[in-house]
Structure formats: structure tokens, C-alpha cells
């Protein structure tokens, strides 16, 4: 099981970016996934996750209206959409996957703690 973040770079602030992260291993089909950040000298958070049973999704307060996150079933990719960038969006963003099957939902599994795989992090940076 292993999931490819990618798609980060350098932006200016009000810029657009779009991140990837392919799936392999598994089918998206049954699990929750996510997309979290970690900024230099802060925990990483949560910023977004999509259930891939019911398409529901979680988005963070912080990133609401301007991040909308999406998957392609058929290409086992789950995309977070990056609009309106700010400066304190900066940050390396990690995709990850929660396995564990349970009624709960999104924004319940949508924790780093919950997370049993993790992608290696791709960096967003916004210039202002």
C-alpha cells in the first residue's frame, strides 16, 4: 500500500495550485483519505479528507471556500484543489489513508492519529 503525493511548488499569493495523490496497492473504494500539512515549528493539521465509500467530505475552517478536495476512482487519485493561496498556507503537505473500517464519519476519521499510511510529503510554498 503506498500513496504518491505530488503537484506542490512556488505560488503567489491569490495563485492556484492543484495537488495529486495517487493510490496503489489498495482501491480507493473502502477507505477514508486525506490531506494534512505541516508547517516549520507546528503541528501537522488536518485540512481536508473525502470518504471514498459516500463521497463525504471534512474541510478545515482555515481553508473552507477557497480548498475543495475530489477523487478519480478510475485513476485511484484523490486531488486537493488549492484556490485563493495565502502566505500562511505555506506548508508540506502529506496525503494519508485511514484503513480501518468503521461508522464513524469523515470528519471523525479525518485526524493524523487515525491515519495508517502516509505519503510522502509534497512542499507548497506562497510568496506574498
Known amino acids: 500500500v503506498q500513496l504518491q503525493a505530488s503537484g506542490g511548488g512556488l505560488v503567489q499569493a491569490g495563485g492556484s495550485l492543484r495537488l495529486s495523490c495517487a493510490a496503489s496497492?489498495?482501491?480507493?473504494?473502502?477507505?477514508?483519505i486525506g490531506w494534512f500539512r505541516q508547517a516549520p515549528g507546528k503541528e501537522r493539521e488536518r485540512v481536508s479528507c473525502?470518504?471514498?465509500?459516500?463521497?463525504?467530505?471534512y474541510i478545515a475552517d482555515s481553508v473552507k471556500g477557497r480548498f475543495t478536495i475530489s477523487r478519480d476512482n478510475a485513476k485511484n487519485t484523490v486531488y486537493l484543489h488549492l484556490n485563493n493561496l495565502k502566505s500562511e498556507d505555506t506548508a508540506v503537505y502529506y496525503c494519508?489513508?485511514?484503513?480501518?473500517?468503521?461508522?464513524?464519519?469523515?470528519?471523525?476519521?479525518?485526524?493524523?492519529?487515525?491515519?495508517?499510511?502516509w505519503g510522502k510529503g509534497t512542499q507548497v510554498t506562497v510568496s506574498s
Open positions: 473525502i470518504s471514498s465509500s459516500d463521497d463525504s467530505t
Open positions: 494519508a489513508a485511514d484503513l480501518t473500517k468503521t461508522f464513524r464519519g469523515v470528519g471523525f476519521r479525518c485526524t493524523p492519529r487515525r491515519m495508517d499510511v
Open positions: 496497492g489498495f482501491t480507493l473504494d473502502d477507505y477514508v
